[in-house]
Nanobody, 126 residues
């Protein structure tokens, strides 16, 4: 079992920044990859970013590449999503997720992840 708790969401103006955090517990954090997804009202959940177990490999959705950065601190059992140059279209509930499969690659599908947090709301005003 893995428990995930997101924090750091909020309301920000377009062009601003936010940093989301996801605290993990229950299994050795460095043994699984992590991802961030988001879901806007009326839209399907979409992949945002992924980071490997060691933190050395990352993948991003084209829509956030160059603006968002995913990192992790395996000593603190935390994964972060630094979001810069935010746009109104980034408004969504953001979820962190754990992939325990040991598979490599981008793995952008939600079904590739076994555990999910409860989500944190990010609202970007224009």
């Amino acid at each position: 079992q893995v428990q995930l708790v997101e924090s750091g969401g909020g309301l920000v103006q377009a062009g601003g920044s936010l940093r989301l955090s996801c605290a993990a517990s229950g299994r050795t954090f460095s043994s699984y990859a992590m991802g961030w997804f988001r879901q806007a009202p009326g839209k399907e959940r979409e992949f945002v970013a992924r980071i490997s177990r060691s933190g050395s490999i990352t993948f991003y959705a084209d829509s956030v590449k160059g603006r968002f950065t995913i990192t992790r601190d395996n000593a603190k059992n935390l994964v972060y999503l630094q979001m810069n140059s935010l746009k109104p279209e980034d408004t969504a509930v953001y979820y962190c997720a754990a992939d325990l499969s040991l598979s490599g690659g981008a793995r952008r599908r939600g079904n590739d992840y076994e555990y999910w947090g409860q989500g944190t709301q990010v609202t970007v005003s224009s």
